[in-house]
């Protein structure tokens, strides 16, 4: 607050699409928004969506046009709708890899790949990992050129159940955290 | 210009401003805005520490407390990001385009003259001359929806009336505007 009163005016943004709600018509996820803001703010609700609102809103346009417009923005929120879906089926489809390698006879490194498509960033994923368990962690690219985090010494079972929590806690049970082991080819026998 | 921006790949280094650099600042941003002056030390107070973002193409954001509040391309002047806009919406000069404009705006188009000077959109009375950088208003809405630098004078583009009259730097829905600053 400065003397003269001036401050930072309060400003509500949707919670669906981020959108100041005034521009949620046109963010493609409009019967979202909707639903969150008569719940969250049903003042605001209020002002923008009831009757005497939208007509006013409308009232420029020729009805020609404002079917047009409408049917545009229909359009757009079909869109939408459709990619919300199948990101929701891949990120279901899609499983996180917990894979055991053999360093040495009695060492192993933990490689946990897949985490990124779950909105989980790898690289501090890894620096968790690494003071959770007191050891390096880091993260590489593996074969197919995807981000895979490193983690020195055998700690699978832990690793496994902590990504397993983190998912649970992003509402994403049904994901599959799956188990692997991998040993290096042995050398030729000669 | 945020079209294609993500935090990944774009961004290359993050430095905190040093405090007298930090002044220097304020006081070119009160020169550009000169109504930020009574809230400049509420948008960036002097204990704040600064940061700047230095990302591809010569583009650096100026953020605080984990919000952009500022870029700048090159040495261009300075463009407010929106949520700034938002926050202090009559400390910067703004423009007002018609309900037509807004799904191209929301997209990343350039805004053209006719969507300044139909009937619903308004420019200021007074000239305000190119390369100013202004908040662009929606017909009908209260909050700004973009943020661009006028390529004519206001005059010209109520003269003119052809083709682009505001470059738009960023938008709500781009780059920048989901762009999150840890």
């Known amino acids: 607050m400065t003397e003269d009163g001036r401050s930072a005016l309060p400003i509500i943004y949707c919670g669906v699409c981020t959108f100041p709600p005034e521009y949620c018509e046109f963010g493609g996820t409009l019967q979202k928004c909707k639903t969150w803001l008569n719940v969250e703010h049903p003042d605001v609700y209020d002002k923008l969506y009831s009757e005497d609102a939208l007509a006013k809103a409308t009232e420029g346009l020729s009805l020609e046009k404002q079917e047009k417009v409408e049917r545009e923005i229909q359009k757009l929120q079909a869109k939408e709708a459709n990619r919300a879906e199948k990101e929701l089926k891949k990120k279901l489809s899609s499983k996180v890899v917990v894979k055991r390698v053999e360093r040495s006879k009695r060492k192993h490194v933990i490689a946990v790949s897949g985490v990124e498509v779950f909105g989980i960033d790898p690289k501090k994923l890894a620096k968790t990992f690494a003071s959770k368990f007191a050891t390096g962690a880091s993260v590489t690219k593996n074969l197919e050129g995807k981000d895979e985090i490193v983690i020195q010494g055998d700690v699978g079972d832990e690793v496994e159940e902590y990504v397993s929590d983190l998912l649970e806690e992003k509402g994403l049970d049904g994901v599959k955290v799956e188990r692997t082991e991998d040993k290096p080819k042995k050398k030729s026998q000669g | ?182």
């Open chain 2, 1 to 182: 210009m945020f079209k294609k921006f993500s935090a990944k790949e774009d961004i290359h280094s993050r430095t905190n401003v040093k405090s007298s650099v930090q002044r220097g600042l304020k006081l070119k941003l009160i020169e550009q805005f000169p109504k930020l002056e009574n809230v400049i030390d509420e948008i960036i107070p002097k204990k704040g520490q600064l940061v700047v973002i230095k990302c591809t193409d010569k583009l650096s954001l100026y953020a605080m407390d984990n919000e952009v509040l500022f870029y700048q391309h090159f040495d261009d002047p300075f463009v407010p990001s929106l949520k700034l806009i938002h926050k202090f919406a009559d400390c910067f000069p703004s423009v007002t385009v018609d309900r037509g404009a807004i799904k191209f705006i929301l997209s990343g188009a350039n805004i053209m003259c006719p969507g300044l000077t139909s009937k619903g959109a308004a420019l200021p009375d007074e000239n305000l001359p190119a390369g100013t950088v202004v908040a662009i208003l929606a017909e009908g809405k209260e909050t700004a929806l973009a943020v661009g630098k006028l390529i004519m004078d206001t005059d010209e583009i109520k003269k003119v009336n052809k083709g682009i009259g505001i470059e738009v730097g960023t938008h709500l829905g781009d780059g920048l505007w989901s762009l999150e600053v840890e």
